[in-house]
């Protein structure tokens, strides 16, 4: 399998590519706190926040509707918030039956669904603009920089360094699976699915002995190169004047939101 | 390239900020405390090998069988990583697969992932090390089962928290989210704890030494055990009075004003009966009859089984 099956990053130069990653780091989780911090039905408010996203993806040279086309991942989760619909009292909008109950849709149910998925819909898509400006190995050296612990950063870049290759190892375990026990064409595999169940949980303690075995010729490796227990990352970006103002005005702007979204 | 979402993801903006900024100092204090004991007791090999299982645990989680009508069971893999990496290790290892699942393909919100880890990484762990500890010195057979039933049960410990967090934000209605998660997870769960039983019964024959007297899952001392038993009977206990008398733990909240706790905007939930949609929920009963039946079912057929293989 090739890297690129896991990597988001589309490379590019453009004025948010070349932002520093800490301030896009931090300005995605500034967006995403502004989005749960706007009261229900502050329609306005989103507005600007959809705008506000829209100009960060316009300012990433992938299109404005770059981040659009994959932003319904999140939306089967909306099901769990659809009880809100009737479970709040205020005016009815719309009524039907269903088996012996009498459902009916409040406007403020409504309200605060719809809230709820645009959210969700705007904090999912400024996520997916980071990771589609920001190479992996930078988003992590700027979690590290914003003071996360770093064995869990070390552990996250050797999760991110590893992935494709257990992926791969897994893949090769499901394919030689998938040579030796035919499937019929009615689409049923062989055995009892209990029997299937054993054989993928043999497959997993077959994958957890492979990496396992591979950790220790990893570090071997990583001993003859002069591991001692710390990782070195090249060329640490300084802060430079640009990007104070860059967070200043985003800052600003989701301030703005905001403001917006109590006045209006 | 096949890669399955979980169903316990919540993606951002399905919180309220109260429960968010709850969850998210729950997780960093066990997180706190995963990382000085990590540091103290585990040399710079370890970090390598956590990183590598922390990727084992990602690309276990894509191994699949197929079940029936085109659904498949799969892999959470806590209680899993918990047997054999030891908790504060696998502590580590799940929050670093969380991360990277909703930092790269948000799955999973940024800002919630407090709770995510929480429901995923933490809970699963303490349940899943907690139970098998206390069977460490047991006999094989007793080892696998009692690894099943930890499997099965942090599964729906994370389903049961996830619900509650959504109920608690005025997310969803805790008459139909709890039934709707335990119910959906009680069947997630048995995928889960076949896997986990089929792997630790094939390390346990191919390599018994990883799991054995000096191994890192046998390291830790015996108040996870108490840890894991406590939570997992209030899962137990909580799960059937969350579900067949929903009424009966909204009315302990409403006492304990955590319900008020949640709500911090006038459209959150107020829990007048407007509507009777699932009021007195016959169906939440059947679900947890049913759940109870499938367990029993399902350990007595894996019980059978590995009977009928020795003999």
């Not at chain 1, 409040?106 to 705007?122: E, H, P």
């Not at chain 1, 303690?205 to 990583?222: H, I, K, P, T």
């Not at chain 2, 990277?100 to 809970?123: E, P, Y």
């Not at chain 2, 762990?125 to 930890?150: D, E």
Request: charged content about 10%; hydrophobic content about 55%; some cysteine.
């Amino acid at each position: 399998m090739h890297s690129h099956a896991f990597d988001r990053y589309h490379h590019k130069h453009s004025f948010v590519h070349n932002l520093d990653p800490r301030v896009k780091v931090a300005t995605t989780v500034a967006f995403i706190l502004s989005n749960a911090l706007l009261p229900d039905g502050a329609w306005v408010a989103f507005l600007a926040a959809y705008v506000f996203m829209l100009a960060a993806n316009a300012c990433s040279g992938l299109g404005l509707g770059f981040t659009f086309r994959r932003s319904f991942i999140a939306l089967p989760f909306a099901l769990a918030a659809v009880t809100v619909l009737f479970s709040i009292a205020g005016a009815p909008v719309a009524s039907f039956q269903l088996l012996r109950w009498n459902i009916v849709i409040t406007d403020a149910g409504l309200a605060r669904f719809m809230s709820i998925v645009v959210r969700s819909w705007l904090s999912v898509q400024m996520a997916i603009l980071l990771v589609a400006t920001t190479e992996f190995s930078k988003i992590v050296h700027a979690l590290r920089q914003l003071r996360v612990p770093a064995i869990l950063t070390v552990i996250i870049s050797f999760l991110y360094r590893y992935l494709f290759v257990l992926a791969d190892e897994a893949m090769r375990l499901m394919r030689a699976r998938a040579s030796r026990s035919a499937i019929a064409s009615n689409g049923k595999g062989g055995g009892s699915a209990l029997w299937r169940a054993r054989v993928a949980g043999n497959m997993a303690g077959q994958l957890f002995l492979r990496s396992y075995e591979r950790s220790d010729r990893v570090y071997n490796a990583m001993l003859s190169r002069g591991y001692t227990g710390e990782l070195r990352i090249m060329q640490a970006r300084q802060f430079c004047a640009n990007d104070w103002l860059m967070i200043c005005v985003l800052l600003l702007c989701l301030a703005f939101t905001q403001i917006v979204g109590r006045m209006l | 390239m096949h890669y399955l979402p979980v169903p316990l993801h919540i993606p951002d903006g399905f919180l309220s900020l109260t429960v968010l900024l709850i969850c998210w100092a729950i997780t960093i204090v066990m997180l706190a405390a995963a990382i000085s004991r990590t540091n103290k007791s585990l040399g710079e090999k370890q970090v390598p090998l956590m990183g590598i299982m922390a990727a084992f645990i990602f690309a276990a989680q894509m191994l699949n069988f197929p079940v029936a009508g085109g659904t498949s069971g799969h892999l959470l893999g806590g209680a899993l990583a918990a047997i054999v990496l030891g908790p504060w290790a696998a502590m580590l290892a799940m929050t670093a697969v969380i991360a990277v699942q909703g930092l790269l393909f948000q799955d999973g919100g940024l800002l919630v992932m407090g709770a995510n880890i929480l429901n995923m990484g933490l809970i699963t762990v303490v349940i899943g090390y907690g139970l098998y500890r206390g069977a460490i010195n047991r006999s094989r057979k007793t080892r696998l089962a009692v690894a099943g039933v930890a499997a099965w049960l942090s599964v729906m410990a994370g389903a049961l928290l996830t619900s509650l967090q959504l109920w608690l934000s005025g997310t969803a209605r805790l008459q139909v989210v709890v039934p709707a998660m335990l119910g959906v997870h009680a069947l997630i769960g048995i995928g889960e704890a076949l896997i986990t039983v089929g792997a630790l019964a094939f390390i346990l024959q191919t390599r018994p030494d990883l799991l054995g007297e000096n191994s890192s899952s046998a390291q830790s001392g015996r108040g996870w055990v108490f840890a894991g038993a406590i939570i997992s009977l209030a899962v137990v206990l909580l799960s059937p009075l969350a579900s067949a008398f929903p009424d009966g733990l909204e009315r302990v909240a409403e006492n304990h004003g955590f319900l008020q706790l949640a709500q911090t905007s006038p459209y959150e939930i107020i829990p007048g009966y407007a509507v009777p949609f699932l009021g007195d929920t016959p169906l939440s009963t059947i679900v947890a009859g049913l759940v109870g039946v499938l367990i029993v079912l399902a350990l007595s057929v894996l019980a059978g089984r590995s009977l009928q293989k020795k003999s």
